[in-house]
């Protein structure tokens, strides 16, 4: 069995260790006799399986007592529509800054409540920078400001949390718990768990209390942050499979040292693949220095006629999924938590070689 270097943007690479304990686990979870899969949601041991996931998750981001974690359906795209229904119950506006694909989408759905306004955006330079903090211009009736801190298409993360006196809202979906964040900076905090958490089918959502009493009366009850917390995430039957493996996960990082650990290495990986990107003539990427994503790093090949052929020759040497998004093009190395440095290191090289054969 080999298993190979997976950059894909998601849904991601998971650590050895975790599926090798989900396999340990399948058929009979700790003696019980029967799969996490086959257990019911409001089962005693599902239940602990739930909350020590919750427990876990709130040690690792410092997650004050005033805020809920929710493990919600649907994705981070689902929140796109979850935010302004879950705010806007009082009046006011959305406010968004738009820094990419993620952003835009995120504002599409605000805007089918005729409530978005575009505080600031990166469009004015092709995407490669985020607006400054002085250039964020705020409607008088701001809800609250929604922004994407690391944009996972066009890699531009932000290098500030803005700071406007509204409640802020972030989509984390790319690099939740891959950096130590100030929880009480935000209103609300979503991420899809197939980048950075576990596998695909759960979103998590990070709200403060205060913000539950304000969604919009026609808010379906699934989408409903307030019956989320008041019912422990167990309305109707949850993702219970993703969930238990997003606690294993959890699980993992605190052994690894938290995300204070996984911050150094995660620097270091992007420092040197970017090092590597910089000193050669053959690849670039375009993000501003302060801007550029620790998460997932677009790089283009000098010559685009070379695409297909580096992209075989990397699959060969066991290094997948680098094509870049069909809306960028190129190649793109997503280096979440789980992505060891030895497969950043294998990458570098590969290109290195790459480029001594067809530079
Ligand atoms: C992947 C992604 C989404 C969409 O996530 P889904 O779970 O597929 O809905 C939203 N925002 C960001 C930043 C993402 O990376």
């Known amino acids: 069995m080999t298993r190979h270097f997976n950059f894909c943007s998601g849904p991601a690479m998971l650590p050895t260790a975790v599926l090798e304990r989900a396999q340990q686990e399948m058929l009979d979870y ?22 020590r996931a919750e427990a ?33 119950g009082n009046g006011g506006t959305g406010n968004y800054l738009d820094t990419g694909i993620w952003s835009q989408k995120a504002i599409r759905e605000a805007e089918h409540l005729d409530s978005a306004h575009v505080v600031a955006s990166a469009s004015d330079n092709r995407y490669t920078a985020a607006p400054a903090p002085a250039d964020l211009s705020l409607s008088d009736d701001a809800a609250y400001l929604h922004y994407c ?3 996972t298409i066009g890699g531009l993360q932000m290098d ?10 972030c989509d984390m979906s790319s690099s939740i718990l891959s950096k130590p964040i100030d929880i009480t900076r935000y209103g609300v905090i979503y991420a899809g768990a197939q980048k950075n958490i576990g596998p ?15 969604a919009r009366r026609e808010t379906p ?3 409903k942050w307030k019956a989320f917390a008041d019912n422990g995430s167990m309305l109707n039957t949850p993702a219970t499979y993703a969930w238990y493996l997003s606690g294993l996960v959890f699980d993992w990082l605190k052994g690894q040292g938290g995300v204070e650990a996984m911050a150094r290495i995660n620097a270091r990986k992007a ?8 000193a050669s003539g053959f690849y670039g990427n375009p993000i501003a220095p302060a801007n550029r994503s620790q998460m997932n790093i677009p790089f283009m090949l000098a010559d685009e006629a070379l695409n297909p052929v580096f992209l075989n020759e990397a699959e ?7 094509k870049g998004h069909r809306s960028v093009g190129g190649m793109r190395a997503s280096i979440y938590n789980a992505m060891p440095e030895a497969g950043v290191d294998r990458l570098i090289e590969f290109m290195r070689d790459f480029e001594q054969r067809h530079g």
Do not use: C, W
């Not at 420092?271 to 910089?278: P, T, V």
């Not at 060969?316 to 680098?322: I, Q, R, T, V, Y």
């Open 200 to 214: 695909a089918g759960i979103v998590i959502v990070i709200v403060r209390n205060d913000l539950l009493e304000r």
């Open 221 to 223: 009850t699934l989408l």
């Open 271 to 278: 420092a040197k693949l970017y090092e590597a990107i910089d």
């Open 56 to 88: 876990d998750l709130r040690e690792l981001l410092a997650v004050p007592d005033n805020y809920s974690v929710l493990f919600m359906q649907g994705g981070a795209t689902m929140q796109f529509a979850g935010v302004p229904l879950n705010l806007l």
């Open 149 to 151: 801190e690391n944009e």
């Open 316 to 322: 060969e040497a066991g290094l997948l999924n680098l």
């Open 30 to 51: 700790q003696g019980k006799g029967l799969s996490v899969m086959e257990m019911s949601h409001r089962s005693s041991d599902f239940m602990a399986i739930a909350e």
């Open 160 to 169: 500030y949390v803005p700071d406007t006196g509204v409640p802020l809202v």
